[in-house]
């Protein structure tokens, strides 16, 4: 698959047919729009060309909202899907004030726009100006087709983003990973913690999430530290480590069975499952004793864990 951070980093080549939208956790609704783009392409000897945001425009148009997938999480997830082409546009307050038209110019000028892709509600541009109508006009004039595709259900329900980040804000992951297809994850680079992990018996890695990334309730999970296209199973604990007095969010891991050095690593830690919420202990011991349990449970979990169906990702 072929990456561009730009869209003026392509040249007019072959007929395209393509699909944008900000798809936040790329869940399940997102794979089966964009798998109608690259089956499509294919049918008519195009490229399929997936264009999206990072962030995603809301977290810029409105602050403190959060996201599911930074830029490279949602790269790893559409080259499964075997899209030709990924356009990882940055997105900044500069970027809101583009005009619909103006940005749809900058695509013909350096795509061979054959066929567009939409979800029914999707509007791009300066105050949203280009919609559904507005783009059918605009093909219309400059011969490329339209096609508008609806939100997709499961057990009744709508698939959406906004669905997602609710359900992994409240730490529901079992339920986030049907709707998503995948577990949801925070990307981070493993920096230097307070090394008590260590002295406890249980050494972690101390993940620091990228900008943006939305991170599960407080507690511990059942999950799987992923780097370098290896996974290793985990206990996770997101919390304030409050035995010790901690004031701010730490997310971090015992891997489980491994015994390398992960500090400066970018890795992913995929959550499968809550196990509890955060824990406050009179003695230290207390809370050694309840992270024996804590492994031995994740151990259990993972050993029998089935994916949620039609996972595209596996550990």
Request: without cysteine; proline residues 4%; aromatic residues 6%.
């Amino acid at each position: 698959m072929h990456v561009v951070t730009h869209i003026e980093e392509l040249e007019r080549g072959r007929p395209t047919v393509l699909t944008i939208g900000d798809i936040d956790g790329v869940h399940r609704g997102h794979q089966f729009l964009m798998r109608q783009v690259v089956n499509r392409a294919r049918a008519i000897d195009a490229v399929s060309m997936i264009l999206t945001f990072d962030p995603r425009p809301q977290v810029i148009l409105r602050p403190n909202n959060l996201q599911l997938t930074d830029g490279l999480s949602k790269e790893r997830i559409i080259s499964a899907l075997g899209a030709d082409t990924l356009i990882v546009m940055p997105f900044s307050q500069e970027t809101t004030q583009i005009p619909a038209g103006q940005f749809l110019v900058s695509i013909l000028d350096h795509v061979n726009l054959s066929e567009i892709w939409l979800g029914a509600d999707f509007a791009f541009g300066h105050k949203r100006g280009g919609d559904v109508d507005f783009l059918i006009r605009a093909g219309q004039h400059s011969g490329f087709a339209v096609h508008v595709v609806a939100r997709q259900t499961l057990a009744g329900g709508a698939v959406s983003s906004t669905r997602a980040r609710e359900l992994v804000a409240e730490g529901e992951v079992a339920e986030a990973a049907v709707l998503l297809g995948h577990y949801p994850s925070v990307r981070g680079q493993v920096v230097r913690g307070a090394g008590r992990g260590k002295d406890l018996g249980f050494p972690t890695a101390n993940v620091d999430p990228v900008r943006y990334q939305l991170v599960p309730r407080t507690g511990v999970y059942a999950g799987y530290l992923r780097t370098d296209g290896i996974s290793y199973p985990a206990a996770i604990s997101v919390g304030y480590n409050v035995v010790f007095g901690g004031q701010d969010i730490v997310v971090e891991a015992y891997v489980l069975d491994f015994d390398g050095d992960l500090r400066g690593a970018e890795v992913a830690l995929d959550f499968v499952i809550r196990l509890r919420g955060e824990q406050n202990f009179e003695q230290v011991e207390d809370l050694v004793a309840q992270m024996h349990r804590d492994v031995a449970e994740v151990r259990a979990i993972l050993a029998r864990s089935e994916e949620p169906g039609e996972i595209i990702l596996t550990p």
